[in-house]
Each structure stands twice: as C-alpha cells, then as structure tokens.
C-alpha cells in the first residue's frame, strides 16, 4: 500500500524520539502522543478518493520523504540580518524566533512585551509542568463532539495527529482577560542548513482571555531558499467570551519547501475573530483552517490570498461550524495563478440545527494568468438551520479585456495594465485590514510576489 | 401559527396520489442477479449476441464494483440479490396497435391521466409507455415515420435499427461509468429510443410515462436519443410508483447525441412514490444521464423537477466536445418528510467557446435533505468557455436540510466560469402578508414556492409545466412553521 | 361595524395593549395616534389576527361576530384590510399575479365568479391610476426591490383593488415625501364611502391634514388616553406627546390600574 509506505517513516521517527519527548513535568503529554500515534497508524494517510483531499496528493507533499531531525543537532547559525529580511513587523515589535523547529532566544525580541502577555516556548513551557495547558491542548472542537466522539480515526486528520505525536516546540502566546494588547506581536519559523529533507512539526497554542484584544503575525519562511524541508504545523486558538483576536499567517518558504498546516479555532460569546493566510512560497502548501464558533453573537472573518507561479500548488481547504445562534461569518478567498501554477479552495460552512439566525458569505475568486495555470475551487454549504442567511460565490476568470483595454487607452504599456489590475484583484482584499500599517506591509509583500507580467 | 401548522400538516401528509396497484398477469424472472438471469433476460428479448456479450461484459465489471459511499444520502444497505430483474405484462404476440393491448394496463396509464387512447386522436405529444420493466405502447410511431423519425421502445428498436443502437449504446454512458449504470447495462429491460435525422425538427413532444408496478422488482430502462445534424427534438419522460412499504430500486441510464447544430431538450417530471410521512418504503432513484454534443454547435438542455423518490441520486450532465456547443441544467428538487436528494449535474467543457447555464432550485422540507452537487470542469482546450451557476435553495422548517456541493475545475486561462449559491426560508411575515389579503396559507405556500422555481418552471414544455406546479403544491405546500 | 372591548395583548412577557375600548360605525374614519411603542402598530396587527400577539383579555366584534376567532384570511375575507407598515417582499411572486390571487380568494368568499384575465387587468388599469403607482411595477415581484415610497403607494393600490370594508392603514405616511404622502392620501380619500370605515394610524398630525379624521385617539402606553373630533389632532401636534411622559412619570409607582385612572384624570 502506497500510504502506508509513506507512513512508515513517521512512525519510525516516533519510536526513536520517543524518549526524547518526554516531559516528566507534563505527565498527561505522553498518553496524548501515544494516542496520537497510534490514531495515525490506524488511518494511514489520506488517499486520492478522500474527500477532503481531493486535489492534493500526499505523495507529492511527501515528494521523496522528510524526517525528523534527531535530538541535540547543533543550531545553525542565523544572521539577524536574516530575520530582519523575513520580519513582516517594525524592529520594535514583540518576536519570538524559531529556526528549524527549535526556540531561539538570542534571535527572538521578548523584552518588549506588555504585561498581561505571554508569548514564549510551549516547550519550555511544558517542560517546566504545563498542567495548566492540559485543559486546553489536543481538544475537540465542539461541533466535533456533538458529531460523534469517539469516532474512528480519519486520514485526513493524519498531518495533525503527526503534529500531536511528534512536536517538540512552538508558541504559546496567551493574553490576559481584559488585556487589550494594541501592539502586534511576530512569530518567525526559519528553516537554516537542512542538509536532509526535514520532517518539522511546530505547535502552537494561542489563548485570547476573556474580553482582551490581541493581534498576532506568523511567518515561516527559508532562509536557505533550495533547501527541501517539510513544515507540519498545529495550531490551537481559543477565544474566550468577548475577546478579538487578528491573526496573519504568511507561508513563504522555498520553492522545495512543502508546508502542511491545520489551525483550530474556537469562538466563545460575542467574540471577534480575523483570521488571514496569505500563501507566497513554498513547492506545496496545504492549509487547513477549522472554525467553531461556539458562543452566541460571534463576528469571524476568514481571508486569504494566495499566489503562485512556477509548478506550485496551493490548496486551502476550510470549515467554519456555526453552532450557535446569531453569528456572523465572511470569508472571502482570492487566487492568483500563473505558469503551471495549481490553486486549491475548498471550503466548507456547516450551519448546525441549533445556528438560528447565522449569517454566512463566502467567496473564492481566481485569476488565470497563464495556459498551464489550474483552479480547482470548491465552496460548499451545509444547512441544518431555517432561519439563516447564507450565500457562497466562486468565480474564475483573467484579466477583465474591457479594464485592460481602457488602461491602455489611458497610455499604459499592456504589461503595465496587467500588473495594476492584478494588484487591483489582490489589493481589494487589504480593504479589510483596518490597520493601515499592516495593511501597506501585506500588500508591499503581496505585490513583490506578484508574476512579472507577460505577454497575454 | 398553530391553525396553519394544522393545514398544513394536513396538506403534506396526503395521500400520494398514484400509489394503486394494477392487478395484472405477469411474467417474472426469479430474484437475484448472475449470469443465468443475464441471458434469460437476452433470450427474452430475443437480443443479438453482441448485446448479449456487452450486458455479460456489464455484468461481470459490475461484480469487481463497490457501491459508492460519496453521496449525501443515507439508506440500509441493497441486497442486490433479492431483487426481481424482469417483471412483463404477459402478453400473447407483438402488438400491432393499441386495441390488443391489455385493457387493465390502458386503464392504469389513464389513471395515471395518460391517455393513449386520446393519443391517437389528439395531437401535440406521443408517448411511449413503459409498464415495469418493458414498453406497453407506443403512440404516433407512422406520423413520427413519415418524417424519418425513430420513436419506439428499447427492445423493438434493437430488432428493427440494430446497427443504431450498436453504434451508440454506451457510446456516452460506457457500461464501465459507475455502478449503478454498469448494473443498468447488464439488466436493463427496456426503454425508450428515438432517432431524428438530419435536418427534421420534431413535430411533437416526444414522452415516456415509466410506472413500475410488481413488488420487490427493479426498474432498468435505458434511453437512447440521437439527434442527427440541424435537427430537434424535445422530450419528457414521467414517472409514478405505487405505494409498497419497501423500498424500490430505480437505476436508469439516459444517453443523449446531439450532432452538429442538434438540439435536444429533455425534461423529467419525477414522482416516484417518495415513502410515507416516517419515511416507510419509496423507490430509491439511481439514475446515469448524460448528454454528449459532439458536434459544432449542438445543445443539450435537462430540465427537471423531482418531487417523489425516497432517495434521489442523478447528475444529468453534457459533454460539450464540440466548438460553440451550449448545455443547459435546470432543476427543481423536493425533499419533504424522509426523502433525501442529491442531486446537480455536470458541465464538461471540452470544446471553444463552449457554454454551459446551470439553475439548481433546492426546496427542503420536514425531515428532507436535499443536496446540489454540481461538476464544472474546463479543460485546457476549452478556450472561451463560460460557465453560470445559480444554485438556490429553500428551507421549509427547522428539521429539514439544505446543501451546495459544486465542484469548479478551471484549466484554461481564458474561461470565465461564475458559481452563486442562496439560501432562504418562506417568513411568516410573509405568510402574514398573504393571509391579510385573503389568500390561504397553503395558496401562500404555493405561490411563493411557484416563485423561487419559476425559472426553471418557464423551461418545461406548456403541458407539463402545470402538472409540475400541481406537483410542487402537492409534495410541499406549506410545511412552514 | 367594529367594536373593541377592554382589548389586552402582549408579545412573550411584554404587555403591550392594556385594555383598548374603541367602537368604529361604518362610513367613520378614525384616526390612532400617540408616541413610539404606545402600541398603535400592535392594536393594527391584532386586528389583522397577527399571531406573533396574544390577546389575553376583552373582545372584538365585527358586524356582530367574535372577530378574534377567524383566521387572517378568513378576516381578509370578511373585508378586513391592513395596509402594511413594513410592507413584505416576496422575492418570485409577480405583482399582479398575487393581487389576482388575492382577489380571486375574496371574491370567493364572497360568493362571486372569478374575474377573468381581463376583466382583471382592466380594473388594474383603472386602481393603479388612482394611486399614481408607476405601472412598470405590477410586473415585478410583490415589493421586491421597491423604494420605500413604491412599498407604500403599492399597499394602497392593493386595497384599491380589493375594495375591503374596514380599512387599517398603519404609519402609511412614515418614510413618504411630502408629494408622495399627498398622492397616497388622494388615493385613500377617493376610497372613503359611507359602506367603507378606516382606521387611520399615525405618529403625525401631518396626514391627518390630507385625510381627515372623524375621530381621534391617543394611545399611551397601551391604552386610550384621550379621544376628541379632528381639532385633537392639531393640539398633539403643537404639544407634543411629552404630556402623556410626564402624566405617566408622576403615575410610574403607582399599581397599573391607580396608574390609569390618574393619567385620565390628567387628560
């Protein structure tokens, strides 16, 4: 069997490193990780009939084969200048530096910090006795559990259960209730001198108090540019009762880079959220965004951009359950495709029995730049409620002829033209970003990414 | 709402309407499938042995098969072995016309309110009528033949065009497609085929009124049209089920060839028994269709409106091979009580500038699910296609489900291919509304849903787009709360 | 025609009438008015048999029958007329289509043949001219997309056609410019009859100059305060309703039945 091929290795990674990941101060870890693992080999990786898979095959992530680096390898050394370049931020904000997997202090800015925020080494954290973690680590969503717990283990849960079986650090990033942290803070994964594939498993835990306010940005990203390494992150989010919380997430790693990503999320009470994945690099990127929004009166906004040329894909894959009443959802996905590029969408908003009065807008908008570009997009609905509001829209086109024609009525050069409405396509995305601030970094970064503009 | 809750409970839990049985002699192949019941089936039919060997090819594919597990519905598994393959009207030799047909089964295709009888008086629509697993009668056949046009059962047209139906029987539906047309290709009974050459544009309606009528017996018919260059034709086919306490198996296979410049138009009104109100008995409706335009030009429109079926499972769907060919899905679906639907269809673009409109009208209801999904897929060759989707649905009460499922592929740069989907719910305000002036909360009801489909409504011919209106009162009317 | 006894109803645990009294005669035109919430708006919709209302005491009589039994079409049926404040779109349904439907139902009721296609167009042609409604919109869905103005010269129009015996316009001049409002009222004065009553509910005095009352009510806090000729109308409107605040401020301790009495004593 091909998966279990593919599997193997993973498994073989855990037995050695077992011991290593122990963590005497956190007893109730180990159990979650055996459980994991054992959950994984059960279901073996997803195949090409998986629904939830349907465009991306886990061979090709897989490419051929990463794994884990052992324990106790030396850190690589990293210019700050290095970390300066792959900065979304100001010099001045909060950072917490990780390369290969591994926290490093010397690079990371922590000193700047507000009080009421912590934003440290989830392993540290663990190894000097995470009991308060427990609660919130490794959980069902709750529309999983009314869905059934206790079910069979599923393949398209395998990254995850990876993650859960062999992380050895990540972010926590906690604020307290009431803390409302106006100031950005960054988290940075680099990857520097892999000499092998390697197999990195990040894991973070974010937990916005009740009524506190926070904005966070995530970025991983290569500093060696051919080096072929896979990222399989998790990320757990809780959003406490009247809490706001904007997260970005930026995947711009190297073009042998592959990164796997599931965050799960869930929404208490009147909270708000924003969640942003803006995809940029990498050979194949699979991100997976789980949302349930599990209090009443709950604003969530879920965007993203990707773009990508080369032979690149990109597949971005979410599920928002509305499981309470009177929520309010929008997620708006845009992709910009060019050479041989592949773009993936596949989202899904699960209104539950319960989710009166939900009000869902979702849309996914491609462009084609180019004959060999592909998108395959695929907005669902599943209504179990009456009284809701939902509406999905999904379009894939080029460059508008009239607009194109106009612009060079209008002097522009065709090349010109192409390149302002394809930031023009990008661009209106931004307008939901209320800081202008970050809004002009994303975009600056959006726009360098952007194909040169060809012929048509 | 209470006094309105009461109507309309009363209003959905009637009767359904064509649940009487015709006591007729039959003659029945024991249950079960292999190869035996394979060849009597052929033998009966006195088939060509290439037919025989394609059903046998059919049969032994569909053994290596898994039913499939995709679909949004749910049921307690088919045993497929305790399933009557063949049920006939006896009947002594070949009908010459419709005098020497059995009198029980004219009566019960008038019940049903078609009238072959007046068929042959009144002009506008010939129907062939197919009574369990094969074709009773076939009205118009010489006017249709006076201008070339083929319109006859299945079986007769085996006998009497045979090197049409080797041609292109599984021609768009290979017997390998999927499992339920690869167990069609194996037991398929009859049906009906229709042949227009080039340049004729049909007169009439063309229609088949399908009823199946033994107990534990499965309907296989299979439909074959081919539409030669610059012709048209536009067909309906019907449906209606007694009511049976257990659940019937319903696995047709439809293959459409539209020619350069043909037209085919192909409208569905189904109403198999959709079960009781707790979702007792009911034909589980496993249907393969698909329309190939093969040539410069050619269009292929399905219309349909699926009000009965316990559980609805098609996807009619066009290949668009030729250049500038256009394919065209409208849909109404009901799901009331019990009954689950998934169904959409699929736009292949393979052809330049190609389009494709895709309407999809979801009505849920009691405990229904009710599920669009939808294939569009561009391929690289597909320069300048464009596709539209609008995919609607409508909730009636808070057990009920509605889902959108579409699938969007886009490998040109060129294509423009544009998919909405809504989701509403009948207010009481506006059941309110229409009280306060006067008009009931069950007209109400039909108005509004008469509304929401009326887009695909207007694409029904004028016949049948009553009926379909009377269908949509009777399935539905007013289960809001 | 209409007579109303000691009326309470509430919505959930809110009462909102509070013991409504009011006798219409046919041929009189009366006019609701008071502040916001006073519940002018729910007195309309009880009437109509708006279910989303419990009436939890007193009755109602029309042409001496419970009207609080019937159904709200079988009241729309028996001439019942409620021009919508917050007329309802009905995306789908075409205009003239619903308004056939609707009429067909009455006439039904009333024991007369359906009226034929043109027949019926024809007496569309005359009503839509006595409202001023732009014909272009009887082929469009029942109010969809229609501006607040068109919602409202629609509602008319209907009861135009439907010719009921017993009319309710409730807040049909709110959201109206002040030609608008004229034509509306135009279109209501042309409909009044000795064999017509209506029910005019208003926060401003200002439609009562174009359709002018028989009578006038006051409502506060869910009972009638006050009732006069036409000349109430214009002293509302030079005081205010602050009066009734302050009347019901000076009350506000006071058991709700002492409460009443003493703001009648002040009215």
């Known amino acids: 069997m091909g998966a279990n091929t593919l599997a193997e290795p993973f498994i073989e990674d855990f037995a050695r490193a077992e011991s290593a990941l122990r963590a005497p101060a956190s007893p109730w870890l180990h159990p979650v990780r055996k459980a994991a693992v054992s959950r994984f080999r059960e279901s073996g990786f997803p195949g090409r009939r998986d629904e939830e898979w349907l465009y991306t095959s886990v061979a090709r992530v897989l490419g051929a084969g990463f794994r884990s680096t052992p324990a106790g390898a030396p850190p690589p050394a990293v210019a700050a200048g290095a970390v300066a370049r792959a900065r979304l931020l100001g010099a001045e904000a909060p950072l917490i530096v990780f390369v290969n997997g591994a926290f490093r202090r010397e690079l990371s800015r922590l000193e700047a910090l507000p009080d009421g925020v912590v934003l440290e080494s989830l392993g540290a954290a663990l190894a000097a006795g995470g009991g308060r973690l427990e609660p919130r680590f490794a959980r069902r969503l709750l529309a999983e559990e009314r869905l059934g717990a206790g079910a069979p283990p599923r393949a398209d849960e395998a990254f995850a259960a990876l993650n859960t079986a062999l992380f050895e650090d990540g972010v926590l990033f906690e604020t307290a209730p009431k803390r409302r942290a106006e100031r950005p803070v960054e988290i940075l994964y680099l990857t520097a001198g892999v000499a092998q594939p390697a197999a990195i498993h990040p894991r973070n835990l974010f937990v916005i108090g009740a009524e506190s306010r926070a904005t966070l940005v995530e970025t991983y990203a290569s500093i060696d540019a051919g080096a072929a390494h896979l990222t399989n992150a998790l990320t757990e989010v809780w959003i406490e009762p009247g809490a706001s919380f904007e997260h970005y997430k930026i995947a711009r790693e190297g073009p042998a880079a592959a990164h796997v990503a599931a965050q799960r999320t869930r929404q208490g009470a009147r909270s708000s959220y924003a969640t942003w994945f803006v995809a940029l690099g990498g050979r194949v990127v699979r991100n997976e965004i789980t949302l349930s929004i599990e209090g009443e009166e709950c604003e969530s906004g879920l965007f993203g951009i990707y773009v990508a040329t080369g032979e690149r894909h990109v597949d971005n894959h979410t599920l928002i359950h509305h499981v309470a009443p009177r929520c309010h959802s929008r997620e708006i996905y845009k992709g910009i495709l060019a050479d041989r590029a592949t773009g993936v969408f596949s989202g899904k908003i699960h209104v539950h029995q319960d989710a009166q009065k939900t009000d869902a807008k979702q849309s996914n908008d491609n462009l084609l730049l180019s004959d060999g570009a592909t998108a395959n997009t695929r907005p669902r609905l599943e209504i179990y409620a009456d009284d809701v509001r939902c509406t999905h829209g999904a379009t894939v086109g080029q460059l508008d002829a009239a607009a194109l024609f106009y612009l060079r009525s209008r002097g522009l050069s065709l090349a010109e033209a192409r390149e302002l409405l394809t930031r023009a396509f990008a661009d209106e995305l931004f307008l939901q970003i209320e800081s202008l601030e970050l809004r002009a970094r994303l975009e600056g970064l959006v726009h360098a990414s952007l194909p040169a503009a060809g012929a048509p | ?481 | 025609m209409l007579e109303i006894k000691g009326l309470k109803a509430r919505v959930e645990d809110k009462e909102i009438l509070r013991g409504i009294d009011l006798a219409i005669r046919a041929g009189e035109v009366h006019a609701l008015m008071g502040p916001n919430g006073s519940g002018k708006s729910t007195l309309a919709n009880v009437l109509a048999g708006r279910e989303d209302f419990e009436v939890t005491a007193g009755t109602v009589t029309y042409d001496g029958a419970d009207l609080l039994a019937c159904s709200p079409e079988e009241r729309a049926r028996k001439g019942i007329f409620l021009a919508f404040q917050y007329p309802v779109e009905i995306p789908g349904v075409n205009n003239t289509y619903f308004l056939k439907a609707a009429l067909n139902a009455l006439r039904e009721a009333r024991g007369e043949p359906e009226l034929d296609s043109v027949d019926f167009l024809q007496l569309v042609r005359e009503r839509v001219k006595l409202v001023g409604l732009d014909e272009t919109l009887l082929q469009r869905p029942v109010n969809a997309g229609f501006s607040g103005g068109e919602k409202k010269r629609n509602e008319i129009f209907q009861m135009a056609v439907l010719e009921p015996r017993f009319a309710i316009l409730d807040e049909t001049d709110s959201g109206l410019d002040i030609d608008a409002l004229r034509s509306v009222a135009d279109g209501v004065n042309r409909l009044r009859s000795p064999a017509r009553a209506m029910l005019v509910v208003t926060h401003y005095e200002r439609l009562l100059e174009y359709i002018v009352p028989d009578f006038v009510h006051v409502l506060h806090q869910g009972r009638i305060v006050r009732s006069g000729g036409k000349e109430l109308a214009r002293e509302l409107e030079e005081r205010g309703y602050a009066w009734l605040d302050g009347a019901s401020r000076n009350g506000r301790s006071a058991a709700p039945a002492e409460k009443s009495a003493a703001r009648k004593s002040k009215g």
């Open chain 2, 1 to 481: 709402m209470a006094d309105s809750n009461r109507d309309i409970e009363a209003l959905a839990n009637r009767e359904y309407k064509y649940g009487f049985v015709t006591e007729i002699d039959s003659e029945t192949l024991p249950r079960g499938l292999n190869e035996e019941i394979v060849r009597a089936i052929s033998e009966r039919k006195t088939e060509p042995e290439w037919l025989l060997e394609w059903r046998l090819k059919a049969l032994r594919h569909w053994l290596g098969m898994t039913e499939p597990s995709w679909p949004n519905v749910r049921h307690p598994p088919i045993d497929y072995q305790d399933i009557i393959y063949y049920s006939a009207p006896k009947q002594k030799a070949r009908l010459e016309n419709l005098d020497q047909v059995d009198p029980e089964l004219l009566a019960t295709f008038e019940k049903l309110g078609i009238s072959l009888e007046e068929q042959k008086r009144l002009s506008g629509v010939a129907v062939d009528a197919v009574f369990d697993s094969v074709s009773v009668a076939t009205t118009f056949k010489d006017k249709l033949a006076e201008l070339g046009i083929v319109f006859c059962s299945f079986s007769e047209a085996v006998q009497s065009h045979p090197e049409l139906v080797q041609r292109y029987l599984g021609s768009v539906v290979p017997y390998t497609d999927n499992y339920f047309a690869s167990l069609n290709s194996a037991v398929f009974s009859d049906g009906s085929f229709c042949y227009i050459p080039a340049g004729v544009r049909c007169p009439m309606e063309l229609s088949t009124y399908f009823r199946i009528n033994a107990a534990n017996t499965g309907q296989f018919e299979r439909t074959l049209i081919v539409a030669e260059p610059n012709s048209y034709v536009s067909y309906l086919e019907g449906c209606t089920a007694p009511m049976r306490d257990t659940n019937q198996l319903h696995a047709a296979v439809v293959e459409l060839v539209a020619l350069e410049r043909a037209q085919i138009k192909y409208s569905t009104v189904q109403n198999w028994y959709p079960g009781d109100k707790d979702g007792k008995g009911g034909i589980y409706n496993f249907v393969t269709k698909r329309g190939a335009c093969r040539g410069r030009g050619s269009k292929i429109s399905w219309t349909q409106v699926e009000t009965g079926s316990a559980i609805t499972w098609k996807y009619p769907s066009c290949i668009l091979q030729g250049d500038d060919s256009v394919g065209e899905f409208h849909s109404v679906a009901v799901t009331n009580h019990h009954q689950q639907a998934d169904t959409g269809t699929k736009m292949v673009h393979i052809g330049k500038n190609t389009r494709s409109t895709i309407i999809s009208k979801g009505i849920s209801a009691g405990r229904g699910q009710n599920t669009y999904r939808g294939l569009v897929k561009v391929q690289k060759g597909a320069e300048g296609a464009r596709n539209f989707s609008q995919c609607d649905s409508l909730l009636l009460g808070d057990r009920c489900g509605a889902h959108t499922f579409p699938y969007i592929e886009v490998k040109n740069p060129t294509a423009k291919v544009e998919h909405e989907a809504t989701t509403s719910r009948i207010g009481e305000d506006q059941i309110f509304y229409c009280n306060q002036r006067g008009i009931s909360t069950e007209d109400a009801v039909t108005l509004i849903v008469n509304g929401f489909c009326k887009e695909v409504l207007s694409e029904l011919p004028m016949e049948f787009a009553v009926e379909a209106r009377n269908l949509l009162g009777i399935s539905l009317e007013g289960s809001v709360g």
